[in-house]
Each structure stands twice: as structure tokens, then as C-alpha cells.
């Protein structure tokens, strides 16, 4: 069945540092990649996205980039503070409305 | 907009017994979705919907679980019986169909335990 692998599992960097979450997904139909940022007792928060048409999106100090041809996709989050840490999922549209998600990426920004 | 809401926000329950989880989607948006979060199988998709309609439902784990939307501001996730295996933490999601990338927004969540 189709599926997205995400690594690492678990990631510690120093405050200030860059943090990379990688994902790699299997339906070569997939045009939709969501990133969602969970805390602790909350639901996944969506924290940005980006579409098959596009190579790399920017928000602030979040970006995603998207290699189709490899079907690789990262989250990168510079400058990391330590309200950045949470688990973090990526996700790859199976059709428009529905996702399949990774298994998580525990981030730890240590002070 | 006060979001996705779900009630209750925990259920302790005992094997056997009827549980049912409740969501509240933002208005106005068309597509509901059941998601279950455990350790081991990481968020799973159980069913979803579009105007109130169920649309795929393969990700239902057995006949144990059933899922309604009688109207378009709410829909229930029903065990029975429940089992000690369905703990878990089970989310609902909603998306709006004029939206280009079908963003989906998530409640805060039921954590159920099934003792």
C-alpha cells in the first residue's frame, strides 16, 4: 500500500541551531504535503504546505522544499527556539481530501 | 472561529462497554474526518466525509466502530463493544472543499482508555 517513511524519529539540536525532518512517500500521484506541528495533549497543527508545482515555500523561519522526481520532501526550521519542540508529522495527499501521514519526527530544543 | 471541537476531551472506560466520541466541525466546511493516534501505528484515518456522506470508510478497523454525521455541524465515532485495544487518541478533522489544498484543521483530540 502506499505509505510515507519519515526520519529522524527523535532529534536534539541547541537552541539557535537548524533542525531537518525528511520524508519520502510512495504514490507518484501525491501533489498536496502538508506539516503538522503536534504539543503535547493537543491536535496536529497544520504549520505550512506545499504543492507538487512548487520546489520550495518559505514561512519565517520554516521552510519546505519537494524533490517530485525522488519523491523526497523536508522540513527545515532555522534558528530553533525551544517552543519549537514537538512532534512533528509530515503527510502526502492520496487524492485531494485524504492524507496518509509519517510516523513522527519527537523534536527537542535544548537551552 | 473556535475550531474543531470534541467532546469528551478523555473517557476512561471497561471492556464491553458502548463508548461514543462526538465532533463539532468549523462551520462551513464540507469534508469530516476520524483519525486514530497510537504509539505503534502512528495516525490512521478510520473514515471520512463529504456533505454529511460517507465517503471511504476502509480505514474502519472492524464492525465494532461505526461513524454518523446526521447533519453538517456534527457527526459520532461509536464502539461496540469496546476492547482494551482501542485505546487510543482519536482525532476529527474538517476541510473545506473551496480551499485548493484541501487543508485539514484538527480538534484537540478524545484520549480514550478501554480498561
Same mark, same amino acid.
Given at each position: 500500500?502506499?505509505?510515507?517513511?519519515?526520519?529522524? +524519529?527523535?532529534?536534539?539540536?541547541?537552541?539557535?541551531?537548524?533542525?531537518?525532518?525528511? #520524508?519520502?512517500? +510512495?504514490?507518484?500521484?501525491?501533489?498536496?504535503?502538508?506539516?503538522?506541528?503536534?504539543?503535547?495533549?493537543?491536535?496536529?497543527?497544520?504549520?505550512?504546505?506545499?504543492? +507538487?508545482?512548487?520546489?520550495?515555500?518559505?514561512?519565517?523561519?520554516?521552510?519546505?522544499?519537494?524533490?517530485? @522526481?525522488?519523491?523526497?520532501?523536508?522540513?527545515?526550521? @532555522?534558528? @530553533?527556539?525551544?517552543?519549537?519542540?514537538?512532534?512533528?508529522? #509530515?503527510?502526502?495527499?492520496?487524492? @485531494?481530501?485524504?492524507?496518509?501521514?509519517?510516523?513522527?519526527?519527537?523534536?527537542?530544543?535544548?537551552? | 472561529?473556535?475550531?474543531?471541537?470534541?467532546?469528551?476531551?478523555?473517557?476512561?472506560?471497561?471492556?464491553?462497554?458502548?463508548?461514543?466520541?462526538?465532533?463539532?466541525?468549523?462551520?462551513?466546511?464540507?469534508? /469530516?474526518?476520524?483519525?486514530?493516534?497510537?504509539?505503534?501505528?502512528? /495516525?490512521?484515518?478510520?473514515?471520512?466525509?463529504?456533505?454529511?456522506?460517507?465517503?471511504?470508510?476502509?480505514?474502519?478497523?472492524?464492525?465494532?466502530?461505526?461513524?454518523?454525521?446526521?447533519?453538517?455541524?456534527?457527526?459520532?465515532?461509536?464502539?461496540?463493544?469496546?476492547?482494551?485495544?482501542?485505546?487510543?487518541?482519536?482525532?476529527?478533522?474538517?476541510?473545506?472543499?473551496?480551499?485548493?489544498?484541501?487543508?485539514?484543521?484538527?480538534?484537540?483530540?478524545?484520549?480514550?482508555?478501554?480498561?
Amino acid at each position: 500500500g502506499e505509505n510515507v517513511e519519515q526520519h529522524p +524519529s527523535t532529534l536534539s539540536v541547541q537552541e539557535g541551531d537548524s533542525a531537518v525532518i525528511k #520524508c519520502t512517500y +510512495s504514490d507518484s500521484a501525491s501533489n498536496y504535503f502538508p506539516w503538522y506541528k503536534q504539543e503535547l495533549g493537543k491536535g496536529p497543527q497544520l504549520i505550512i504546505d506545499i504543492r +507538487s508545482n512548487v520546489g520550495e515555500k518559505k514561512d519565517q523561519r520554516i521552510a519546505v522544499t519537494l524533490n517530485k @522526481t525522488a519523491k523526497h520532501f523536508s522540513l527545515h526550521i @532555522t534558528e @530553533t527556539q525551544p517552543e519549537d519542540s514537538a512532534v512533528y508529522f #509530515c503527510a502526502a495527499s492520496l487524492g @485531494t481530501y485524504k492524507y496518509i501521514f509519517g510516523t513522527g519526527t519527537r523534536l527537542k530544543v535544548l537551552a | 472561529d473556535a475550531g474543531v471541537i470534541q467532546s469528551p476531551r478523555h473517557e476512561v472506560t471497561e471492556m464491553g462497554q458502548e463508548v461514543t466520541l462526538r465532533c463539532k466541525p468549523i462551520s462551513g466546511h464540507d469534508y /469530516l474526518f476520524w483519525y486514530r493516534q497510537t504509539m505503534m501505528r502512528g /495516525l490512521e484515518l478510520l473514515i471520512y466525509f463529504n456533505n454529511n456522506v460517507p465517503i471511504d470508510d476502509s480505514g474502519m478497523p472492524e464492525d465494532r466502530f461505526s461513524a454518523k454525521m446526521p447533519n453538517a455541524s456534527f457527526s459520532t465515532l461509536k464502539i461496540q463493544p469496546s476492547e482494551p485495544r482501542d485505546s487510543a487518541v482519536y482525532f476529527c478533522a474538517s476541510s473545506f472543499s473551496g480551499q485548493l489544498l484541501g487543508e485539514q484543521y484538527f480538534g484537540p483530540g478524545t484520549r480514550l482508555t478501554v480498561t
